[in-house]
């Protein structure tokens, strides 16, 4: 029995929608892989990342978005997740994205984060979209530059990781729906 959202966006090679408990070994399995967690907050214990998967499910139940999982239409692969989140003292309303090793250099991730991008602006209602990057993140810097962000600002991130200082990279939702229009899509 589920109350999460039944929301369903299909892009050209995923499937993205809330997640389910039959993704939770994939999500625990990038969870412990310390290339992929470098700039995530770190590998996470299989307990530990329970508590994050249940965390994403929560967001949706209780606030009707949330990260989604990214799932291949061609073989049915878990292949990580992106999308809205916004947890309590967070620096704005944020698109984020996490793809597992076999996923990177695919394009998965910027497919994913324009899909999420239309979710924010046009579902959502968001007036500003974010992405938090740690400084030495130079793969998700160039992402969110091909999205069309820019440096915005630099956040303390709130507990447990306090001690975190990163760039806040983002764009109004007005430019980013600009920005779809310019390139046709």
């Known amino acids: 029995m589920s109350s999460l959202p039944d929301i369903r966006i299909e892009t050209a090679r995923l499937i993205l929608r809330p997640p389910q408990l039959e993704d ?3 999500f625990a399995d990038m969870s412990a892989d310390p290339e992929i967690m470098k700039f995530l907050g770190g590998t ?17 139940a209780l606030l009707g978005f949330g990260m989604f999982s990214l799932i291949e239409k061609e073989t049915g692969r878990w292949l990580g ?23 990177q250099g695919r394009g ?23 992405h938090c990057i740690d400084d030495g993140n130079e793969r998700s810097g160039a992402l969110a530059k091909r999205l069309g962000s820019a440096p915005l600002r630099r956040a303390v991130m709130p507990p447990p990781y306090a001690d975190l ?17 310019s390139l046709g899509a």
């Open 165 to 181: 200082e990163l760039q806040v990279w983002g764009q109004s939702a007005d430019a980013w729906r600009q920005r779809r229009a």
């Open 44 to 60: 996470q214990a299989r307990p530990v990342a329970w508590r994050g998967f249940a965390g994403m499910a929560g967001s949706w």
């Open 81 to 103: 997740r992106a999308g809205p989140i916004q947890p309590e003292g967070w620096p704005g309303t944020e698109i984020g994205w996490g793809v597992t090793r076999e996923a």
């Open 24 to 26: 939770f070994g994939a």
């Open 108 to 130: 998965f991730a910027y497919e994913a984060a324009v899909a999420c991008m239309d979710f924010a602006a046009d579902v959502l209602g968001w007036t500003e979209i974010i």
